[in-house]
């Protein structure tokens, strides 16, 4: 155990940042004040990240024990204790690269993205916010506070997505966001309760704290507990495997999976920035770490591994099959990053674990840079979002377009761009998931590869589609559509100024427009992240691929997250790691052949996408598809609705108004007509209380006259 009191300064440098914007930014209102403020803190916890990640003792990234920094202890009632500590190994190291990384580069696009806006010191302090949260989450030491950053980042979607607050669509989506987020937090509070209540710790590492020794949940389930059967009845058992599955329900709220998937695409309401930073690159990452985080829970709970991965399978094909229909260039995104962690689901259920994280990571790059991409091509459009009045950007924006061209590339899997490595170990893992997986024998491990293989080309073809529309073919800036145009596109900045309500929204183009390629300071972020998306899978390249891209230190990705990854005691799995790290030559050419065979798909799919949409870039696509398989009007009619007609015809107007109410109101009605009552007796005549009085008194003398002759008889 190392200690080092530099990563609290990672997570509160952002905080105090949030706190200056909202304290002294809101009254400079000053953009440079404001920008310098919010990017300066984020570059203090960037460069103490790497610094902690990489040459602090040996680097966190490369030592055998974690760093760890224990501020205060929180929480000791009896045996139950939870300290506000924090804790970098490999795994929580590379997040808080990435995520200070990327997040730092977002902050400097936004300066420029954000210029002219009225709240932009407030739309800085919630970034900063959030960054302070995410950090938190993934830097924290055991579960419980995981959780606060876990609820910290939903309070600032919440915030940044509504950030437009006198746009209806913005408000909509942010509740949206925020509620379905409450109902999978429901799953991580109720399963932390039960790691308690099996292991008597919620710890993340071996710690000794005041002279106490503080064991982990994960040490404790690998030295006390074993495999639990493959089964149904096993969810429900009260184990491991009902932990782990109450923990991957918190995981689709924040990682938008079936059925909790609906609210992020709706997400891109909020500013693009936004976009790129939460609903790309981190908080919604933050599902898979939480599996990754737990992954010795998992290996010993097969059946919660099983479910998700067909969930991630599922969920992947499900939002391509959308995305291929959008017109809105950042629903297509949004759509794909669904598809995308579907994809770090699927991975993880079959127990590659470390593949998982390796596409979390080129994702980050790539993703982030094509919503920068995006929110560029928005930018030089005059806030267009719709694709159907584009074309030809690439004549008026050469950067965006090269920069673009390859996140383009990297997400579709071409080699040797990012997404090529980690999506094909994905895919590789998955066909050969007996390997990998506890019990030995994957059920459908065919069939989820075959749905992996579509989505991949399903990724090329409406990647393509988009890229085409927007850079390619003849130039639609004034082109009329069909559709209402304020369901796919808004001016971001006017409509938060300048809208009413209940005004129906129109954003027109002037006629004598031309598109313009975006200031340096949005474009030099696109630039490293093309460089990124690029040449950042060369850390993860399989040991098959080596030495075809001429890389000696195979995987060095995978060697770095070995220490987080449990080291089961099951036989089927020791033996699965051993021949998996064997190398033998069949392994290795199976692999290099599903490699050029995804890369075989990915080429067909670019093509399909070019072809079909290079000469009629406005196709007409299947209705079901713009729908989005009408999924908002299925929960809304079945579930949204009737619970909404539920609480208000019943809960409400009948149990509350009708029977709380009424036994309320019904005592105090009663009381008042009693009082009216009595009220009556007092007329204001001395003759009436005198007469009262000798009424009194004669039934006194009565009463004492009746007893006294009834004791004398």
């Not at 009254?27 to 919010?38: I, Y």
């Not at 093509?607 to 398989?629: S, V, Y």
Request: hydrophobic share 50%; aromatic share 12%.
């Amino acid at each position: 155990m190392t200690e080092n009191n530099l990563l609290s300064l990672i997570i509160f440098a952002p905080l105090t940042g949030a706190v200056i914007n909202w304290l002294i930014g809101g009254r400079l209102k000053n953009e440079a004040f404001s920008g310098l403020v919010a990017c300066g803190s984020i570059l203090v916890s960037t460069i103490v990240a790497f610094y902690l990640a990489f040459v602090a003792n040996g680097g966190a990234l490369f030592i055998e024990h974690p760093v760890l920094d224990h501020i205060w202890t929180w929480i000791q009632v009896g045996s139950f204790r939870a300290d506000f500590a924090l804790g970098m190994d490999p795994l929580s190291g590379i997040y808080a690269c990435f995520i200070t990384f990327v997040g730092l580069l977002i902050h400097i696009f936004a300066t420029g993205y954000m210029h002219g806006d009225k709240g932009f010191y407030r739309f800085f302090a919630y970034l900063n916010l959030f960054m302070f949260a995410m950090l938190t989450l993934v830097l924290a030491d055991n579960y419980l506070l995981m959780f606060v950053g876990w609820e910290g980042v939903g309070l600032c979607s919440y915030l940044l997505i509504g950030y437009y607050t006198k746009k209806n669509e913005a408000r909509e989506a942010a509740k949206k966001a925020f509620v379905m987020n409450r109902i999978g937090d429901w799953g991580v509070l109720v399963g932390m309760f039960l790691i308690f209540t099996l292991t008597g710790t919620l710890s993340f590492f071996d710690k000794t704290v005041d002279g106490t020794q503080v064991q982990s949940v994960f040490s404790f389930v690998l030295a006390n507990m074993s495999v639990e059967p493959f089964t149904w009845g096993a969810i429900i058992a009260g184990g491991l495997t009902s932990v782990g599955m109450l923990l991957f329900v918190g995981a689709t709220g924040k990682s938008a999976q079936i059925p909790l998937l609906t609210w992020l695409p709706d997400a891109m309401a909020g500013p693009t920035p936004v976009s790129a930073l939460i609903h790309a690159a981190t908080m919604v990452t933050a599902g898979v770490y939480l599996v990754v985080r737990s992954n010795a829970i998992y290996q010993l709970a097969p059946t919660a591994m099983w479910i998700i991965a067909v969930i991630g399978a599922a969920t992947a094909i499900f939002a391509a099959s959308i995305a291929i229909a959008q017109n809105d260039i950042k629903k297509v995104l949004a759509y794909s990053t669904v598809s995308q962690l579907g994809f770090m689901f699927l991975a993880a259920g079959v127990g590659a674990f470390t593949v998982a994280i390796f596409h979390v990571m080129t994702h980050a790059f790539f993703k982030a840079l094509l919503f920068l991409g995006s929110g560029s091509v928005i930018h030089g459009m005059h806030h267009e979002q719709d694709m159907r009045r584009m074309g030809n950007l690439k004549k008026y924006m050469p950067i965006t377009f090269i920069t673009m061209a390859t996140g383009w590339l990297a997400i579709c899997g071409i080699p040797i761009w990012a997404g090529f490595f980690s999506k094909d170990e994905i895919l590789y893992k998955t066909f050969a998931a007996d390997k990998y997986f506890p019990a030995g024998k994957f059920p459908g491990e065919e069939i989820l590869w075959g749905i992996a293989v579509f989505t991949a080309i399903l990724t090329a073809v409406y990647m393509t589609r988009m890229m085409v529309m927007t850079f390619w073919g003849e130039e639609r800036f004034h082109h009329e559509i069909d559709a209402p145009h304020h369901d796919d596109t808004h001016d971001e900045h006017n409509d938060a100024q300048v809208h009413d309500d209940d005004e129906e929204e129109h954003h027109h183009i002037p006629h004598d427009f031309k598109p313009h390629e975006s200031p340096w300071v949005m474009t030099i972020p696109l630039i490293i992240l093309a460089f990124l998306s690029t040449a950042g899978g060369l850390v993860g390249v399989p040991y098959a691929m080596s030495s075809l891209v001429g890389v000696k230190n195979a995987n060095t990705f995978e060697h770095t997250l070995e220490p987080v990854i449990a080291e089961t005691r099951m036989e089927s799995a020791v033996a699965a790691r051993e021949n998996a790290k064997s190398h033998a030559p069949e392994v290795v050419q199976k692999e290099r052949l599903l490699a050029g065979l995804s890369v075989v798909m990915a080429v067909i799919g670019i093509a399909i996408g070019w072809f079909a949409f290079r000469n009629n870039p406005l196709r007409k696509m299947p209705k079901i598809l713009e729908q989005k398989w009408k999924l908002d009007e299925l929960y809304n009619g079945f579930i949204v609705d009737p619970i909404t007609r539920l609480s208000r015809e019943r809960l409400w107007k009948g149990f509350d108004l009708g029977f709380i109410d009424g036994i309320v109101n019904g005592i105090g009605g009663f009381v008042m007509e009693f009082g009216d009552l009595v009220r009556r007796t007092q007329v204001g005549f001395v003759r009436s209380y005198a007469a009262i009085i000798v009424i009194g008194a004669l039934a006194l003398v009565g009463y004492f006259i009746y007893y006294g002759l009834k004791l004398v008889g």
